[in-house]
């Protein structure tokens, strides 16, 4: 009998975490373990279940897909890592990708593309929905070795409080949560503006939720 390929569904919408569940089960061979609903759920239980495939939304609060994607996979190499996501512009597809996703599926993609994916991956293949053949080709052309996204000019730390700031939290909360001053916090702030070109806060809460930082 072939062993079931052991699964980690992350969104921060129960309805959706339950449909992607029963959509995955449908297969004979695969089963979902445990679901969660932020970055920071995502990165606890799959450091506890070991799951060969973690099917990941981008929009997460606490910690983002991205480096939710990025902690997971330093810490288990050998899982495999789907996008599921509402967003489909080049930079969200690279962002993920380089971040170590082995595939990338649209929410409005029919279940079977999610399962295909997962049975890509388990594979050693990439999965990419037909959906954003189109993105993926335009963003490779417009692509150069020397062109960085804005939120890579960010370091870790400067994106975790660019996160929470986004999320709504004030600066002593931040400095709480990541264990900093609050001056520190206020200069992570000025320096994460002055990297991405914008003025002042609600600019800032903008560019946050364009680059699916937090749920809208």
């Known amino acids: 009998m072939v062993p079931s390929v052991r699964i980690l569904v992350v969104d921060d919408h129960g309805i959706i ?3 992607v569940s029963a959509v995955l089960e449908r297969h004979p061979n ?3 373990v445990e679901t969660a609903g932020t970055g920071k759920e ?3 239980a799959a450091t506890r279940l070991v799951p060969e495939v973690v099917v ?3 929009m997460l609060p606490e910690l983002s897909g991205v480096d939710a994607t990025e902690r997971i996979l330093a810490l288990l190499p050998k899982t495999r890592i789907v996008i599921l996501s509402v967003c489909h512009t080049s930079e969200h597809i690279f962002r993920a990708l380089r971040a170590g996703a082995h595939g990338y599926v649209v ?3 029919v279940g079977d593309d999610l399962v295909r994916a997962v049975l890509a991956v388990m594979a050693g293949e990439r999965f990419l929905s037909p959906q954003i053949t189109d993105a ?3 963003g490779a052309l417009n692509h150069s070795a020397n062109t960085q996204s804005p939120l890579e000019r960010l370091s870790r730390r400067e994106r975790e409080v660019l996160h929470l700031t986004v999320a709504g939290s004030s600066s002593a909360e931040i400095a709480m949560r990541l264990s900093l001053s609050r001056k ?3 200069t992570y702030r000025s320096r994460i503006m002055e990297k991405l070109g914008v003025s002042d806060l ?3 809460i903008h560019f946050g939720i364009e680059h699916a930082l937090t749920p809208v």
Do not use: N, P, Q, Y
Request: cysteine-free.
């Open 17 to 19: 975490r339950d449909g």
């Open 30 to 32: 695969l089963k979902v």
């Open 42 to 44: 995502a990165v606890s």
């Open 56 to 58: 990941m939304d981008l």
């Open 107 to 109: 929410k409005e993609a």
């Open 136 to 138: 993926v080709i335009g």
């Open 184 to 186: 520190t916090v206020d």
């Open 202 to 204: 609600t600019a800032l």
